[in-house]
């Protein structure tokens, strides 16, 4: 039902910063997390990081230290600051949800958004 809408993404030089944004078509309050994915070529979607709906945030050791997940919900959005970039941190970059504890993220059934492109040069 709600829709999510990526965006944000860049080239940026390693060691730069940015800030993507996760803009949702309705409220994001119920769900129990919102969260984001990343795909580089040939590999597989991982989760990066993801916050749930009283603001505990949990990240990939990947990127611990260097991401930021945060949630603005009067403006039904979900950021992500990322820092220290870092080659390996280019991928597509997706906004995902899941509705409750119970439950799987969404984008695991196949339901992903365009999602924005993230690449990091060296």
């Known amino acids: 039902q709600v829709q999510l809408v990526e965006s944000g993404g860049g080239l940026v030089q390693a060691g730069g910063s940015l800030r993507l944004s996760c803009a949702a078509s309705?409220?994001?309050?119920?769900?129990?997390?919102m969260g984001w994915y990343r795909q580089a070529p040939g590999k597989q979607r991982e989760l990066v990081a993801n916050?749930?709906?009283?603001?505990?945030?949990v990240y990939a050791d990947s990127v611990k230290g260097r991401f930021t997940i945060s949630r603005d919900n009067a403006k039904n959005t979900v950021y992500l600051q990322m820092n220290s970039l870092k080659p390996e941190d280019t991928a597509v970059y997706y906004c995902?949800?899941?509705?409750?504890?119970?439950?799987?993220?969404?984008?695991?059934?196949?339901?992903w958004g365009q999602g924005t492109q993230v690449t990091v040069s060296s």
């Open positions: 995902d949800l899941r509705r409750d504890w119970g439950s799987r993220w969404r984008g695991e059934s196949g339901s």
């Open positions: 309705g409220s994001i309050l119920p769900f129990a997390a």
């Open positions: 916050i749930t709906r009283s603001g505990i945030t």
